[in-house]
């Protein structure tokens, strides 16, 4: 009995601190997990208004869904075009940022502004840049297909234009972390590898990038889940169109809640969403991040 | 560690305050709808009959160029002014879709507006949610509203089975836009735009020179409307539309609705008057007043906008016909829901019957370029001056008999979006027309059958 109140005493004031944290992310991140994954298993929309349990139907069902399978393989083509290009992107740019003598503060600046930027207002500004007749890239596009172009309204430029757009956001975001990562790495690795006269690239393949693998691992994981999570561009941009060319995962379970009203099938594809960001970011934690580690 | 102890209890106390915050809000808003007004005001002037005092929520979005958020609040404010006993709070709910959004999210809650603005399309999905409520004993008992004088294509749509669910407010039809001076350049008469395809196809090609396309059609977001607009053109039978009336069939796989799309591409790929690939909704407009295009189809809700910012004399036409002219109406009207008490529906009611009297259908289609949605709206002074000074004004009203319902059936959402994907696969070349149309008819069917049982 002693031990439990001594317990309680030790431990109270810690549960304490989280409490507030725990209760918010249980009220508004693990009850909706939870609540949509019960919806899930209930065929919920505008033919069926009461809930009716299908078990697994809806699971069944989606994998029958051209839609589905084809907005998938679009966010799985987001991904493999945003992720490697704007890792190596901000490598290059760390490197960059990192060496650069004259204007360092500038060529940091000028690599993180995208991000500052948010969303919707990039959205905006790469509207623009695609109009057709008057925009700088539509114009670009135009005159060296040698024909008038519409690069958001063919279903295959569209993907590429929004891939463009967002490796020109998020490699600033990226850069940050491995210039955090180059500045751990000691010094006195590179003036050994000059004193035995090794050229700078080479120091590069077997120093810098090595060392920084940690980093690698981590921006890999934010950038795969950001290339699932980030779809407010396609509100301003596409609206999934033409043809759900540029349709991605989250804005098709948008659609299916507000536009279909079939919140039966949009918990469904919650949950898959759920489980597929799940396994990304356990990437992390397991095995992987004993493999790469140099220390 | 009683410090610790004491701190441990202050941590609880502060997470419980949280939760009971997050409960108190929502208590407090939805006692806000019903009555928090009432007891002030009865506590200051016991007297005052208190069942008097109404209070609903009305919301509304906005879909085009211009502040009319502010001519909407001005309306509301001379509502109240004149009905002491009703407070109307406008809530400005951004664009259509967020709109319908936020009232979907608000009949899920049961919390929904007392009375909005909606997309008439909305009406079977309303219904199959019993979100709305049916306005026949309101229209019988009530001489003041005139149905007969509302035009009877905006009627159209706020019936289904001869029962009346909304009252028209912001509506429009697709008109022609054309550029005058470059008529002239062209060596056309800009007082005779085309009226037929034919006419459409030469014009266009003569017009399609010095860096400017002949012709814009609009083919993202909805493009089932132009579509609607070509299908209604090309049909021997003058009452064919896309849908059945009772919004459980679609019927879009017919021989004539094919040669309506094919003529839609040829514009691009055959005749080339018109550039390739789906052209932008939003775009279209900027082009015909930058004088990227000679004419356009769009919106008549557009007029204001071209002519404030367009730097040229420009024409407004009927859209061309081939067997005969014709376009689907668009817009929004007034809907009041469920889930609210009979005093706050029948203020809704007074509150919609007053929106859409003469009066205010004038203000509100001069200052938006809306159409007039009744008929007694044009004979008043406001309305008279106003089409004086712009006569393409009167266009897309005097083509109202020729206008006719937009799409609107049962699992509106899928149903619309079959058709719209089709059509851009189409115009984007993926697909030829007879194959986009098969292929939105068995999705539209697929999305049906439920209320086809």
């Given amino acids: 009995m002693a031990g439990w109140s001594e317990k309680l005493r030790r431990n109270g004031f810690g549960w304490g601190l989280v409490l507030p944290s725990l209760l918010f992310l249980c009220l508004f991140t693990y009850y909706p997990m939870l609540k949509s994954v019960w919806l899930s298993m209930y065929e919920k929309n505008l033919a069926t208004p009461e809930p009716l349990f299908v078990g697994f139907g809806n699971y069944a069902n989606l994998l029958k869904d051209q839609v589905f399978m084809k907005v998938l393989g679009n966010n799985i083509g987001f991904a493999i075009g945003t992720v490697p290009t704007s890792l190596g992107l901000a490598f290059l740019m760390a490197l960059f940022a990192d060496k650069a003598i004259k204007g360092r503060g500038l060529a940091r600046l000028s690599f993180f502004y995208p991000n500052m930027i948010p969303m919707i207002a990039v959205a905006n500004i790469w509207l623009f840049l695609y109009t057709p007749h008057f925009g700088l890239l539509a114009r670009l596009a135009t005159w060296i297909a040698e024909q008038p172009i519409n690069l958001l309204g063919t279903p295959n430029t569209v993907m590429g234009a929004l891939i463009i757009m967002m490796v020109w956001k998020e490699a600033g975001y990226f850069m940050i972390f491995y210039l955090a990562g180059m500045q751990q790495i000691p010094k006195d690795l590179y003036e050994a590898a000059a004193v035995s006269g090794v050229g700078a690239l080479t120091s590069i393949r077997r120093i810098t990038i090595p060392l920084t693998m940690p980093t690698t691992l981590f921006v890999g994981v934010v950038a795969i889940t950001n290339s699932f999570k980030l779809v407010d561009h396609l509100w301003i941009m596409t609206k999934g169109g033409p043809n759900n060319a540029s349709n991605l995962l989250l804005y098709y379970i948008y659609d299916t809640t507000f536009n279909f009203y079939d919140q039966g099938m949009a918990a469904t594809m919650t949950v898959v969403m759920i489980v597929l960001l799940l396994i990304i970011s356990s990437m992390q934690f397991f095995g992987w991040d004993h493999k790469i580690h140099y220390e | ?299 008549s809700g557009n007029l204001t906008n071209v002519k404030n910012n367009a730097k040229f004399e420009f024409g407004v036409a009927f859209p061309p016909a081939q067997k005969q002219f014709g376009s689907p109406t668009g817009g929004g009207n007034l809907y009041i829901f469920e889930n609210t008490s009979p005093e706050k529906q029948a203020a809704a009611w007074e509150f919609v019957k007053y929106m859409t009297a003469s009066e205010q259908a004038a203000l509100f289609s001069s200052s938006s370029g809306y159409v007039g949605v009744r008929k007694s709206a044009y004979d008043t002074e406001a309305m008279k001056k106003y089409t004086a000074d712009f006569p393409q004004a009167l266009v897309a009203r005097n083509q109202l008999e020729y206008a006719f319902r937009e799409l609107s059936t049962h699992n509106h959402g899928k149903v619309s979006k079959a058709i719209t994907n089709q059509i851009q696969a189409a115009l984007a070349g993926e697909i030829d027309a007879a194959g986009a149309l098969k292929k939105a008819q068995e999705e539209a069917d697929q999305a049906l059958a439920p209320f086809n049982k």
């Avoid at chain 2, 941590?11 to 019903?34: H, Y």
């Avoid at chain 2, 928090?36 to 005092?53: L, R």
Wanted: with cysteine.
């Fill in chain 2, 1 to 299: 560690m009683l410090k610790q102890s004491k701190l441990t209890a202050l941590l609880l106390l502060v997470s419980i305050m949280a939760i009971a915050g997050c409960g108190q809000t929502n208590k407090s808003s939805a006692g806000k709808d019903m009555n928090t007004n009432q007891p002030a005001m009865t506590a200051s002037t016991p007297e005052s009959s208190e069942s008097k005092n109404v209070e609903i929520t009305f919301y509304y979005p906005v879909n085009v160029g211009g502040p009319l958020t502010k001519v909407i609040d001005g309306m509301v404010s001379t509502f109240m002014e004149q009905h002491p006993d009703i407070k109307v709070n406008p809530v400005y709910t951004g664009n259509y879709g967020d709109n319908t959004v936020k009232i979907q999210a608000g009949v899920q809650a049961k919390q929904p507006p007392d009375v909005a603005v909606m997309m008439s399309t909305e009406l079977y999905s309303m219904l199959d949610m019993k979100a709305i409520i049916p306005l026949d004993d309101f229209i019988v008992k009530d001489t003041d509203i005139q149905m007969s004088d509302f035009y009877p294509a905006f009627l159209e749509d706020t019936q289904t089975e001869s029962t009346t669910y909304s009252i028209p407010f912001q509506r429009s039809t697709i008109v022609m836009y054309y550029n005058k001076e470059m008529f002239k350049a062209a060596g056309l008469d800009p007082e005779k735009p085309p009226a037929t395809w034919d006419e459409l196809v030469t014009y266009a090609k003569k017009l399609n020179r010095d860096g400017h396309a002949g012709l814009e059609i609009p083919g993202n977001d909805d493009s089932y409307w132009m579509f609607q607009m070509l299908a209604r053109q090309n049909a021997t039978d003058p009452k064919q539309n896309i849908m059945s009336s009772d919004g459980k069939k679609a019927m879009f796989n017919t021989p004539e609705n094919v040669e309506a799309l094919q003529f839609w591409l040829d514009l691009s790929h055959k005749q080339k008057v018109m550039p390739e690939g789906v052209i932008d909704w939003a775009t279209v407009p900027t082009d015909f007043i930058q004088g990227k295009t000679a004419m356009m189809m769009h919106t």
